[in-house]
């Protein structure tokens, strides 16, 4: 009984919010943005569970020694700090703590002065890091063993010369025709083959979500409760 619970709501509340999108009555306009209402007071209990999750693995971490667990105290450490500093805007009013210039919240200069020039520089960091990754992905499928291969090639040739305003420069300077040449075939490959080939992969995508979301409200599959698809 405990698990037909959950299907019975996942059917009702599928069913509903399906239909609302697609009546304009006031009644099923309110009923939308009453579901999106309590979807939000989900949320941060989902927070919560994400908060509850890091901190098992972490701690897990330290206590087998796992590798690299050091640098597990440095995830508590920023998180304690940022929550000590970033929630409590009640101590603000703590005559002493104002006198000493030390204020909190999301605004404190203490807050704002870790966010960044700690959490904005790691997070470059990381984004810079996946431009070795791309280019080692991009050496192993642009060599041209294929037809399709040497397509690919081409197209993200033409459109990384016409990217960057030093393709046009080299192009006017070394070929007397056709002026802006590079940025006129990269926007069109841009304009055309891509974009033909990102509406089939959105189209495909949006096939399966919906296809997925069939199986979910019709109690097909099963996987968010846990168990095995089909019990």
């Known amino acids: 009984m405990r698990r037909q619970v959950p299907l019975v709501l996942c059917f009702a509340f599928g069913i509903v919010m399906a239909l609302t999108?697609?009546?304009?009555?006031?009644?099923?306009?309110?009923?939308?943005?009453?579901?999106?209402d309590w979807a939000l007071v989900i949320g941060p209990f989902a927070l919560v569970i994400a908060i509850a999750t890091l901190v098992q693995t972490h701690w897990t971490r330290i206590r087998r020694r796992t590798e690299h667990w050091q640098y597990s105290y440095l995830v508590f450490g920023g998180m304690i700090i940022m929550l000590l500093i970033g929630i409590p805007t009640f101590l603000n009013k703590i005559p002493f703590l104002s006198k000493i210039g030390l204020s909190f919240g999301q605004k404190s200069p203490i807050f704002v002065w870790l966010f960044n020039h700690v959490q904005v520089p790691m997070?470059?960091?990381?984004?810079?890091?996946?431009?070795?990754?791309?280019?080692?992905?991009?050496?192993?499928a642009f060599r041209a063993r294929t037809l399709e291969a040497t397509l690919l090639l081409g197209a993200a040739l033409i459109v990384m010369i016409g990217n960057v305003p030093i393709g046009d420069f080299i192009w006017n300077a070394v070929m007397p025709f056709g002026e802006n040449l590079p940025s006129d075939a990269r926007q069109w490959i841009l304009d055309n083959p891509n974009l033909s080939a990102r509406r089939g992969i959105i189209l495909g995508i949006s096939l399966g979500v919906i296809s997925q979301s069939i199986r979910i409200i019709l109690g097909i599959e099963r996987s968010y409760l846990g168990g095995v698809e089909g019990e």
């Open 123 to 140: 997070d470059a960091t990381m984004f810079s890091l996946l431009a070795f990754f791309i280019a080692s992905a991009a050496y192993r």
């Open 21 to 36: 999108e697609f009546s304009p009555h006031q009644w099923s306009k309110w009923i939308n943005e009453e579901v999106i």
